[in-house]
T-cell receptor, first 116, second 112 residues
Framework: DAGVIQSPRHEVTEMGQEVTLRCKPI?????LFWYRQTMMRGLELLIY????????DSGMPEDRFSAKMPNASFSTLKIQPSEPRDSAVYFC??????????????FGSGTQLSVL | DQQVKQNSPSLSVQEGRISILNCDYT??????FLWYKKYPAEGPTFLIS?????DKNEDGRFTVFLNKSAKHLSLHIVPSQPGDSAVYFC???????????FGTGTRLTIIP
């Protein structure tokens, strides 16, 4: 299995531009998570989906952030307009069905976002 | 408000010695605890976990200890090897909730 695939690996953009991050979860996984990593806050959960339905988006910092999962094999995280404080590494992760005792997330390699 | 804290941003340990990474949490409802390891330019990978019904779990060179009364978790690596140099995140979860809450991470450097 190819694992969780994220694109692009690096994104450099100017303040005010729209940014779209993409994720392909592992086939058969029904949970998908978007995390953001910063030095100050570590890994923060932004939003997660179960069977393509958003379950908890309480971590989405502002209305400028939105996420979609149109099907089981694709998700996007969009920032519009982007700001310099959005600069971080964004990770997508997926996990298989496992009921209450599923213990593992499988992470992608992340997207390094720099907003100038 | 940080519910999971790793107060040491970095730690350096001599090769062959014991590495001890610490994690504190505030929510007594957390019932499952995990450690993830992250190399540069890669995503975190699962390392070891422990349920709240246990106070210790071992997997080879890695042992996780849980002190529920102190709301404290630690990861012991012995003996430490150069390949253990990475950032280590602790993570916790509430029973019945798939959502993992991560700490800020500790960068471990093993000195040859």
């Amino acid at each position: 299995d190819a694992g969780v695939i994220q694109s692009p690996r690096h994104e450099v953009t100017e303040m005010g531009q729209e940014v779209t991050l993409r994720c392909k979860p592992i086939s058969g996984h029904d949970y998908l998570f978007w995390y953001r990593q910063t030095m100050m806050r570590g890994l923060e959960l932004l939003i997660y989906f179960n069977n393509n339905v958003p379950i908890d988006d309480s971590g989405m910092p502002e209305d400028r952030f939105s996420a979609k999962m149109p099907n089981a094999s694709f998700s996007t995280l969009k920032i519009q307009p982007s700001e310099p404080r959005d600069s971080a590494v964004y990770f997508c992760a997926s996990s298989p069905p496992g009921g209450l005792f599923n213990e593992k997330l499988f992470f992608g390699s992340g997207t390094q976002l720099s907003v100038l | 408000d940080q519910q999971v804290k790793q107060n040491s941003p970095s730690l350096s340990v001599q090769e062959g010695r014991i590495s001890i990474l610490n994690c504190d949490y505030t929510n007594s409802m957390f019932d499952y605890f995990l450690w993830y390891k992250k190399y540069p330019a890669e995503g975190p990978t699962f390392l070891i976990s422990i349920s709240s019904i246990k106070d210790k779990n071992e997997d080879g060179r890695f042992t996780v200890f849980l002190n529920k009364s102190a709301k404290h978790l630690s990861l012991h690596i012995v003996p430490s090897q150069p390949g253990d140099s990475a950032v280590y995140f602790c993570a916790t979860r509430n029973f019945g909730n798939e959502k993992l809450t991560f700490g800020t991470g500790t960068r471990l450097t093993i000195i040859p």
